[in-house]
């Protein structure tokens, strides 16, 4: 396989470059005292190593999208497997904070990984094909989470912090290689040129569908950060429960979404992509307006609280997938933008929800603005399906 691809890519290939991207924000999490302890730094200044990339990652898949409907999703994929590797080596042998942060942004441009893997997959099939396709990779999304931090704080205590970011050297060169050897070119309707690309953006940015299932997908996440933000805080100041068990609550979210993927992807193929969003919709809501009026009944507990955060991941996982090939199946010859811009619309909405829910919840009230805060995201998540169903309707577009 030393040959460059010129055949779409295996589903495989296509996981472990999603399952890379999101490794590397919080596999080394374990390791920021360390990290702050060698490079003699202050834990505020290390963690701009999550912040930072976070926002990077926002700002370059607004700008991969448009590029890689341009010029192609294998170069830019090339590119940023490439870049990600050397930047991990940067990471790994830094002797100063400063080096150490550059690394970090340069490590950014493996979000290429999750953001034209979607692409990719919209290239290859139609709505229903790719949205099964999408359950799949998605549940890539919820295992890694879970495990990368146990993987990283266990590479940290055998061989210090650095080891996480050798790791991310060899997983870097892993991805270059399968993308050489096993992803061909997707797109083959690439623009012209920047300029008649540019011209054409006022068809995805002025589409209701567009807007409506990026709105969707942004709510729908938002309530995962907002919960992973303030359960710490409800299960230590509420139920005193251990942090071996808060690590397991804590999970359960994404177990949710493990099984909604799952279930995504064997239905995605033979049921319309908004009945799966509006399903993941309307499960999410009917589990937090349960643990809301529990709440409020006075019967709160920790069974209700983490049982409505599987139900709620479960959910997310049932939409998550098919919002997101809706957004890219509006103008299928700007996947790429669509994925880019309604995937930093993800990002950005994530920070807003995770900060939300840190700076209003505390110790008396971290039960309640939590769950508020969840049913608010998914009351906004079903009410942007609920427009896009409208809308369909409207444009004679209706679910078969």
Request: net charge positive; hydrophobic share 55%.
């Amino acid at each position: 396989m030393f040959a460059p691809a010129t055949t779409p890519p295996r589903l495989v290939t296509l996981v472990i470059l999603t399952t890379v991207s999101v490794l590397s924000l919080n596999m080394f999490l374990p390791s920021l005292p360390g990290i702050a302890r060698d490079l003699q730094a202050d834990y505020a200044t290390v963690s701009l190593s999550v912040s930072g990339y976070l926002a990077v990652t926002a700002l370059l898949q607004i700008v991969m999208g448009p590029l890689s409907d341009r010029y192609g999703r294998r170069p830019l994929l090339l590119a940023g497997a490439a870049l990600f590797a050397v930047a991990s080596v940067i990471c790994a042998t830094a002797q100063s904070i400063e080096l150490f942060l550059a690394g970090r942004v340069l490590q950014g441009a493996i979000i290429s990984g999750a953001a034209l893997s979607s692409a990719v997959i919209r290239d290859m099939t139609d709505e229903r094909g790719a949205a099964s396709l999408m359950g799949y990779v998605s549940m890539a999304m919820a295992v890694a989470p879970m495990t990368a931090p146990m993987i990283g704080g266990v590479l940290e205590q055998m061989f210090g912090w650095r080891a996480n970011f050798w790791l991310f050297s060899g997983l870097g060169a892993l991805v270059l290689w399968l993308v050489w050897a096993d992803l061909g070119e997707t797109n083959a309707s690439g623009a012209p040129s920047l300029g008649q690309q540019m011209r054409s953006y006022p068809e995805l940015l002025g589409s209701r569908r567009f807007w409506g299932y990026a709105i969707c997908a942004m709510f729908s996440v938002g309530g995962f950060y907002a919960f992973i933000a303030g359960a710490p805080l409800v299960a230590t100041a509420v139920f005193q429960i251990s942090p071996a068990w808060l690590g397991a609550g804590i999970g359960s979210i994404t177990a949710g979404f493990f099984c909604g993927s799952y279930l995504s992807g064997r239905l995605g193929a033979r049921v319309p992509v908004i009945r799966l969003v509006l399903a993941g919709r309307l499960v999410a809501l009917t589990a937090m307006s349960l643990a809301l009026t529990v709440l409020l009944a006075g019967q709160f507990s920790v069974w209700s609280f983490f049982g409505a955060a599987v139900s709620f991941g479960f959910g997310n996982g049932l939409t998550v997938p098919g919002a997101r090939v809706g957004a890219m199946s509006v103008r299928p010859r700007l996947a790429g933008s669509a994925s880019g811009l309604s995937g930093a619309m993800v990002v950005a909405g994530g920070a807003v929800l995770t900060q939300l829910s840190a700076m209003l919840a505390t110790p008396e009230t971290a039960a309640l603005t939590v769950t508020l805060l969840m049913l608010v995201c998914a009351l906004g998540g079903l009410l942007a399906a609920l427009y896009v169903l409208w809308v369909d309707r409207q444009e004679g577009v209706l679910p078969g």
